[in-house]
């Protein structure tokens, strides 16, 4: 069966610094990989999806990236974190089109 | 546009009581919608989804959600509220090209 590990689960970071988060999924190939952040009382906001390696495409301009450097790993990143950029991050993936979730990471950038 | 609204930010029902979540879309093409829940601090998880077959589908957990393309709702129903369904439930509705957009979300108090 597939899995879905996103880690870590709660992050505090400092302004102005790096960020990364990753996400590998497992027991599928080649499955379509999503980033979404959910900020409290709003709905989720999807932030970049892959369709394969290196492919990634970008919803919403912001302070953050994505990278998908193996088939079934993803990686969220900033290079300075923003007060904004805090919030619930979750990994997910898909086959067609539902979605399967990762446990989420929350990020309280301070 | 394609969109989805959920009707009630919170959502407050005794154990045992029915439980109905609303939602409503708006799609130019047959829609794939979806109910997902969420427990305190963690990720989602698919409750049920239509995909234009049955227009009644069963999910987990006793969930069901009925589709009504006159009225464009795929509202969420249990007979009977548990303590364990409190949570926060997601209408979604998948607009093609890989994309998937959610509502707001309906939190679900139960009361005993």
């Known amino acids: 069966s597939q899995t879905i590990h996103q880690w870590p689960a709660t992050l505090v970071q400092p302004v102005g610094s790096p960020l990364s988060l990753e996400c590998t999924v497992e027991g599928t190939s080649n499955p379509n990989l999503y980033w979404y952040r959910q900020a409290a009382g709003r709905g989720l906001q999807l932030l970049f999806y892959s369709v394969g390696i290196g492919q990634i495409s970008s919803e919403v301009p912001q302070n953050l990236s994505a990278s998908r450097p193996q088939d079934r790993q993803f990686i969220l990143s900033s290079k300075k974190l923003l007060l904004s950029d805090s919030g619930f991050y979750l990994c997910?993936?898909?086959?067609?089109?539902?979605?399967?979730f990762g446990q989420g990471t929350r990020l309280t950038v301070v | 546009a394609q969109s989805v609204t959920q009707l009630g930010s919170h959502v407050s029902v005794s154990e045992g009581a029915l439980v109905l979540l609303r939602c409503n879309y708006s799609s130019s093409v047959p829609p794939y919608l979806f109910w997902y829940v969420q427990y305190p601090n963690q990720g989602l998880q698919l409750l049920l989804k239509y995909t234009s077959a049955a227009t009644l589908v069963k999910g987990i957990n006793g969930f069901e959600a009925e589709f009504k393309k006159s009225e464009t709702s795929f509202h969420l129903t249990k007979p009977s509220a548990h303590m364990s369904d409190a949570a926060e439930y997601f209408c979604?509705?998948?607009?093609?090209?890989?994309?998937?957009?959610f509502g707001a979300g309906t939190r679900l108090f139960v009361k005993a």
């Open positions: 979604a509705l998948y607009t093609g090209g890989f994309k998937t957009i």
């Open positions: 997910a993936w898909g086959p067609n089109t539902e979605a399967f």
